[in-house]
């Protein structure tokens, strides 16, 4: 079973010839090569939803193209047919002119067409009028959309014959993740016309003086450069055949990759797919907000499994839905994100798209480790905090303290080791940014180890004999199990770089205060060259700290220093108050971006 054309408007009926063999209904037409193919021209419906998969079973490279799976009754199988953002051309075979002469076929700027390669070497002719300068992107959809052994190539003549440009295969973009080819054989770029004038497009599959046919569809898509892109998630650093899993009291590490198209470099954000309004029921799983970098073809994400009800067991599966967004030339677009998974080892690996994000529930791990940390753009050298939660399991405690490493913080960033303290489930740590930090987002998560020992739920007598009036008089007893070694990841979150705007300094960042006293800090403030704005400094202490206080300084676009009066109450806790600084914020691009200078602030006795 075929279909032609294999592309049409989304949300719009198409006429489409269905051919086949014993087709239900179908006519037999002579086609070159296939004498006994029978024929059916068919309406198709307004068809508005690809299949979450693509429309077929495809690799990486072959599926950013959305599509649908049609079938027709009577016939085993089904065919894919592609859904475009706007009309479809369908390949004149042969054109020719008023005096019976070969000639192109005409296409309008932009143009999207529908071809095929029926006969033995078979190419396809296409005339555009270009302005000088003007800038198009040219590309054929063969190899991508799926035909077997298609190599594509388009070249490009001048209104006399003449080459100007031969395009060939398109190789992955440096950087492109492993497991995540978007090569192909199919030809496509970008190309600048150098007058104003006719040029025609010729288009052949350099496999068709062997395989040519009813089934040898390509698209070609011609237009100015547009600004695209599309997000999948896979599995975490997977090297051969696996699925996603997270602990139904835990998180789990996800890959994204994210495809761009023309023009196209902006911050893409990864966040949660909102719940129905008919949903009551707590998720199964969420997702932290994660972003992924400007030019960044990768990232990293993670899902939290919440158990609750009889589902806290784990062993199941649940469905994680994610939206991708960002902003094109203005307007923010919201695309879901696909997924894909890798479908055998080797070099190079091969990922195929999904369905859906499908994830297995294990059974809890001992342990949860939560981070929580900045929500504010802040500058390069900047100093920050971060708050880590460990949660034990009702059954379970730590046998020592926990050590927490990070993955994901930018270069030559200072970073504390951070010890996790067995009786404490709250630990503050600080972290500061390398001076030469590029701006952007950056996306981080923590890998905990502890020794974690285990007792035994009380178990419930279900024997005759541990009914006895003599057992149940025995006191019961559960003994602890033998420490055991447990890693697990934190969830990811993203931390937003700013330009450097505007520093913060202080002469003395070692200085003490009395209960009941007030103490005064000169500061002093350095601006980018590229900042001429008012700065607000401020006294930065963490959540729920108490007995000091400081009204903030704002200082105006002339001034350079000023002081900050600190004040400690009667009540304010003995002893070096930890994770304190001095922070100086700045609006730029109309937002808030900070930067930090750490104090070593202690309050004495009076």
Not at 420 to 434: E, N, Q, V, Y
Not at 531 to 546: C, K, Q, W, Y
Not at 550 to 561: A, G, H
Request: net charge negative; proline share 8%; with cysteine.
């Amino acid at each position: 079973l075929s279909v032609f054309p294999s592309f049409v408007e989304r949300g719009k009926e198409a006429q489409v010839t269905l051919l086949g063999f014993q087709l239900p209904g179908g006519v037999a037409t002579p086609i070159p090569g296939a004498p006994w193919i029978l024929q059916k021209r068919v309406t198709l419906p307004a068809l508005t939803t690809p299949d979450s998969d693509g429309g077929a079973w495809l690799t990486s490279s072959k599926s950013t193209l959305e599509g649908v799976r049609y079938r027709v009754d009577g016939i085993d199988g089904s065919v894919r047919i592609g859904l475009l953002p706007r009309l479809v051309i369908t390949e004149e075979e042969h054109p020719t002119d008023a005096n019976g002469k070969a000639t192109a076929q005409k296409l309008p700027l932009p143009a999207l067409v529908a071809g095929r390669f029926l006969t033995q070497n078979d190419f396809d002719r296409y005339r555009i009028t270009a302005k000088k300068d003007q800038v198009l992107t040219i590309e054929a959809f063969g190899d991508r959309w799926g035909a077997e052994m298609m190599d594509t190539e388009i070249s490009i003549h001048d209104s006399k014959g003449k080459l100007l440009k031969t395009f060939s295969d398109i190789a992955d973009p440096k950087g492109q993740p492993a497991g995540f080819s978007l090569a192909s054989l199919d030809a496509g770029d970008h190309w600048k016309a150098p007058a104003d004038g006719d040029y025609d497009i010729v288009v052949r599959d350099l496999f068709a003086g062997s395989v040519y046919g009813i089934d040898r569809s390509y698209l070609l898509s011609v237009g100015p450069v547009q600004s695209d892109f599309e997000v999948f998630a896979v599995p975490h650093n997977a090297k051969t055949p696996v699925g996603m899993s997270v602990p139904s009291n835990g998180h789990a590490l996800f890959d994204l990759v994210a495809v761009r198209r023309g023009s196209f470099t902006g911050p893409i954000r990864i966040g949660p797919q909102p719940a129905s309004n008919k949903t009551t029921e707590a998720p199964l799983l969420t997702s932290a907000e994660v972003w992924i970098a400007e030019n960044g073809l990768s990232g990293i994400g993670s899902m939290t499994s919440h158990p609750h009800d009889d589902r806290s067991t784990g062993n199941d599966i649940a469905e994680l839905k994610l939206l991708a967004e960002s902003q094109i030339s203005g307007k923010q677009v919201t695309k879901e994100v696909h997924a894909a998974t890798i479908i055998g080892g080797g070099n190079p690996l091969v990922s195929r798209r999904t369905d859906r994000l499908v994830v297995g529930r294990l059974a809890p791990e001992p342990i949860r480790v939560d981070v929580a940390a900045e929500t504010v753009a802040i500058q390069p050298g900047s100093w920050l905090r971060a708050e880590v939660t460990v949660t034990t399991a009702p059954q379970a405690s730590l046998n020592n303290d926990a050590k927490l490493t990070w993955t994901g913080w930018p270069a030559k960033s200072k970073l504390d080791a951070v010890a996790l303290p067995k009786d404490a489930p709250t630990t503050l740590t600080s972290i500061t940014l390398a001076a030469d930090t590029k701006p952007g987002w950056q996306t981080v998560y923590g890998t905990a180890q502890a020794q974690v020992v285990e007792t035994p739920p009380p178990t419930d007598p279900t024997s005759a004999e541990q009914k006895s009036e003599e057992k149940k008089s025995e006191p019961e007893k559960t003994e602890p199990s033998k420490p055991k070694s447990v890693e697990v990841v934190t969830n990811a979150f993203s931390i937003e770089v700013a330009p450097a705007t505007a520093k913060v300094t202080v002469k003395q960042p070692k200085i003490a205060v009395a209960a009941g006293g007030t103490i005064y800090i000169p500061f002093e403030v350095v601006r980018d060259k590229s900042f001429t704005g008012e700065v607000r400094v401020s006294l930065d202490l963490p959540a729920g700290e108490t007995g000091l206080s400081c009204m903030p300084v704002t200082l105006p676009p002339d001034s350079k220093s000023g002081v900050l009066q600190v004040a400690a109450a009667e009540s304010a806790p003995i002893g070096q108050q930890g994770f304190v600084a001095i922070a100086a914020t700045a609006e730029r691009d109309g937002r808030p971006v900070v930067f930090r200078s750490v104090l070593d602030l202690t309050v004495k006795s009076r």
